[in-house]
């Protein structure tokens, strides 16, 4: 997939914003019980930066996925990650 030339500006401001979108998930991770991540700084950045990156490429594709189909799966994928189990009630979708 081509991407447009960016600005600095467009990069700083896209920087500050990963940066405070993954300070956020990171003390989402700190804070929620149920985490059982051993690296909690690497495990924002993992989870920021795979939900950026799927989401772009599988609705921007000339496919584009069901974005509700697509978000439950990622869902259901972060939280197995972040728990260490399992998520959801075991159906696929049709």
């Not at 059982?36 to 993992?46: E, G, K, M, Q, T």
Request: charged fraction near 25%; avoid cysteine; aromatic fraction near 4%.
């Amino acid at each position: 997939m081509e991407q447009a030339p960016r600005s600095p500006e467009l990069l700083e401001k896209t920087s500050r914003y990963h940066v405070a979108r993954t300070a956020y998930v990171r003390e989402l991770i700190e804070n929620h019980p149920e985490s059982r991540v051993a690296d909690v700084p690497i495990a924002a950045r993992l989870v920021v930066s795979t939900v950026e990156l799927l989401v772009h490429q599988l609705i921007a594709a000339p496919d584009p996925l069901d974005p509700t189909r697509l978000e439950n799966e990622l869902v259901a994928m972060v939280t197995r990650y972040l728990t260490g189990g399992p998520q959801g009630d075991g159906t696929a979708a049709p």
